[in-house]
């Protein structure tokens, strides 16, 4: 590319989700020119709210973590100056379950302390095993948050030593985490009752992968007053006050490579823009854009090609007068069901929210939002006639278990895989990035680093891994690889 007829910049970002703008944001508050381009008109990815009849709706999140004092996304904003600009509202407790036909549901606290009590009082002869449970995951989280905070010192030499948990537990499953402390199936499936987020069987599931996403909750769950949209808002807001661009409906198409090095690169409308750091915040699945493919090693193409994106989700939005929502919680699973489940996947478990009932502001007076959910497997996309059967199954199975919605449920809209996939930019709606196994979690997922030199990766498609708080913790892990190396 002709350098002499494009605007250059220390660093160009693709993509404006949580990850890329968190990323853009930290660099550019740390004084390096930075240019994010986004193919879509919002930004976000998968945190946008959306309005209808006074109604507010975050499409596809239903709690986050890491937003208590000391919590990732709670420092990410003391960090760029605008810790008064938003307001967590606790979520306690984190979720209610209702196993089967029980009438009785289990309320999962969103503190860890509280949820070991709980536990303990249900399975007082294993109260040790539990706390070692806790202890370990614990450890887990804060041995990838340490790599984080490090970047890739330590990692490849003396790792044992640095990061034990690590080291023992990267390629177990949870099932054979709790097969060799010999956990009743019973309080395993209370335990693990947050693996849903994950959309995996324990035999499939990533320990190092539950671990994260388990104890990312471990000191509560949250929801944004104002809608989740406020996240990359401010972000982007951050971005702008330093000094950084943002480009939207602006689709790269090629990444310029020269003397082995990113150069620069090109939108769809022709756009080009100089730089030697490049940072991917998007999916892999497409490629890479490179303009000379062969400077890709085989294998990392290889590797690549072979990982296995997680699953959708399809979802409905109502809304109900208040009356009907007494004796309803914000965030309920149901799950044991032994679902006849109208397509041809099996499913068993379905979601309930009714997040007005932590966030008044989210309906207007009198009434409240409700989303009913099922997870969807990757491949899915949900033709009409199969939104439609997913829309009639939910509202048949809740109306089951709560009579006096019946009648109550006014229908706004539905999202399958495929509108989810138009919102997000994620290929097939993937909800987490790359499904959270043993071969894909944790270290074993692709790292920020690419064999380009000055190519970077961001994203819940890299470490740690997929969530509001994991997609955040790789765009400051990326930031401070690239300030490092700058």
């Known amino acids: 590319m002709d350098q002499r007829l494009s605007p250059h910049f220390d660093t160009i970002i693709i993509g404006a989700g949580l990850a890329g703008l968190t990323c853009a944001a930290l660099l550019a508050k740390a004084g390096l020119r930075v240019a994010v381009l986004e193919k879509n008109s919002r930004l976000g990815g998968y945190a946008v709210s959306y309005a209808i009849k006074g109604h507010r709706f975050d499409i596809a999140v239903q709690a986050i973590g ?23 509202l606790p979520c306690e407790p984190a979720r209610v379950y209702y196993f089967g036909n029980d009438s009785h549901p289990w309320e999962q606290s969103g503190l860890t302390p509280k949820l070991i009590d709980s536990l303990s009082a249900r399975f007082p002869e294993y109260h040790s095993a539990i706390t070692r449970c806790y202890e370990t995951w614990s450890g887990i989280l804060r041995e990838l948050e340490e790599i984080a905070q490090r970047g890739s010192d330590g990692v490849a030499f003396g790792f044992s030593r640095s990061y034990p948990m690590l080291s023992r537990y990267s390629a177990y499953t949870v099932k054979e985490f709790f097969d060799q402390l010999a956990i009743p199936e019973a309080l395993r499936s209370l335990m693990t009752s947050r693996s849903g987020y994950c959309m995996l069987p324990t035999e499939r599931l990533s320990l190092v992968g ?52 990113v150069d620069g690169v090109e939108t769809i409308k022709g756009d080009q823009l100089s730089s030697n750091c490049v940072v991917i915040a998007s999916s892999l699945k497409s490629g890479l854009f490179l303009d000379r493919p062969q400077m890709i ?37 149901f799950t044991g069901l032994k679902i006849k489940h109208p397509l041809a996947f099996s499913t068993d ?50 109306i089951d278990r709560f009579p006096m919605l019946k009648g109550k449920m006014q229908f706004f809209f539905d999202l399958g895989p495929r509108q989810l996939e138009t919102i997000s930019g994620n290929p097939g709606g993937s909800a987490y990035g790359w499904v959270q196994t043993p071969e894909q979690s944790g270290i074993r997922r692709l790292g920020m680093k690419t064999p380009i030199s000055g190519l970077y990766l961001t994203g819940h498609w890299t470490m740690p891994g997929g969530g509001i708080a994991g997609v955040i913790t790789s765009g400051r892990l990326c930031a401070r690889m690239i300030l490092k190396d700058y």
């Open 66 to 88: 890491g937003c208590d004092t000391d919590g990732v996304i709670s420092r990410l904003f003391k960090e760029l100056g605008h810790e008064n600009r938003i307001r967590f």
């Open 210 to 261: 539950f671990a994260c996403t388990e104890m990312t909750y471990g000191k509560g769950a949250w929801m944004v007053e104002g809608g989740i949209e406020k996240i990359p808002g401010l972000l982007a807001k951050s971005v702008y006050e330093s000094g950084g661009m943002i480009m939207r409906r602006a689709r790269m198409v090629r990444i310029y490579t020269k003397d082995g090095a």
């Open 297 to 333: 090693p085989d294998r990392f193409t290889r590797r690549v090609a072979l990982m296995e994106p997680s699953g959708s989700y399809y979802i409905a939005y109502y809304s109900i007068p208040e009356p009907a929502a007494r004796g309803l919680h914000h965030n309920m699973e």
């Open 349 to 398: 478990a379905f979601y309930m929210l009714v997040p007005s009932l932590i966030d008044p502001s989210a309906a207007p007076p009198g009434r409240h939002c409700l989303c009913l959910s099922l997870p969807c497997p990757a491949g899915y996309s949900l033709a009409k006639d199969e939104r439609n059967a997913c829309r009639m199954f939910l509202e048949e199975s809740v």
